[in-house]
């Protein structure tokens, strides 16, 4: 049986769809909850080229959330992207690995997209989120915004000429910041079920699926919660609106 038997056997895939992903390159940024996740399923569905991007070292507190790593990783102190790469590796020799150490921000996020069929947001902080979005709505490059905290989480692609996440939200913290999963906390499963879904929508986007998402999906695993927001593009957004933030 091939690699990759069971995900063609799905209509909607195909060979040829598989073929798309073998062609495709993905951009994740963070590899801790989410990004752990993220790359797990970009690798062992067979996306051609898989780029990722972490600061960060292994610590034991990541443990109960980060899919990627063990208790060995968190006593050496490694790297999250020195013991990604090493596991992805071992998932699926065929992807192309390109990890990137150290932090994404404003004055390397163009390099570390560019090219890339789609972009996915597992940071933990909002100004990232903004780099990200800017520099895609530049570069014309489909990305999707992905966040957790406590047992709740929300996600949204963000589509070329759609809105953006200035549309969304505003690029400037509420008074006393954005609340952070430091301050409130996270369930591992939250994590999960988010960064699957987040995936998804990229392979969708990856093999021109015409059931990309086009809402706001926002979850409560603990309540038992789940909403579809619809989400119209702002003629006065900085970014993609007025277009004042590149004058």
């Excluded at 994740?28 to 989410?34: E, Q």
């Excluded at 490694?78 to 390109?98: G, I, Q, Y």
Aim: proline share 4%.
């Amino acid at each position: 049986m091939s690699r990759y038997a069971w995900q063609t056997a799905f209509i909607e895939l195909g060979g040829d769809g598989q073929n798309r992903l073998r062609e495709a390159s993905a951009a994740v940024v963070g590899l801790g909850a989410l990004g752990g996740v993220c790359v797990t399923n970009l690798c062992r569905a067979g996306v051609g080229t898989l780029r990722f991007a972490d600061k960060d070292r292994v610590e034991l507190g990541n443990l109960h959330r980060q899919v990627l790593y063990d208790e060995n990783d968190a006593k050496r102190g490694v790297f999250k992207t020195d013991a990604a790469t090493k596991r992805l590796r071992a998932m699926n020799s065929e992807t192309r690995l390109e990890p990137f150490q150290g932090e994404i921000g404003a004055d390397n996020i163009g390099a570390f997209i560019k090219g890339a069929d789609v972009v996915l947001d597992a940071t933990d902080n909002m100004e990232t989120r903004f780099v990200i979005n800017k520099e895609c709505f530049m570069q014309r490059i489909p990305w999707i915004y992905c966040g957790i905290l406590g047992s709740r989480g929300m996600t949204a692609n963000i589509l070329p000429d759609d809105f953006c996440l200035s549309c969304l939200m505003p690029p400037d913290p509420i008074k006393g910041g954005y609340p952070t999963t430091h301050t409130d906390g996270v369930l591992n499963m939250i994590a999960g079920v988010m960064a699957s879904i987040e995936t998804a929508e990229a392979i969708k986007i990856i093999v021109g699926s015409p059931y990309v998402r086009k809402t706001l999906l926002v979850m409560d695993v603990w309540r038992n919660k789940t909403e579809n927001i619809n989400v119209t593009k702002d003629p006065r957004c900085l970014v993609c609106g007025q277009k004042e933030m590149f004058v």
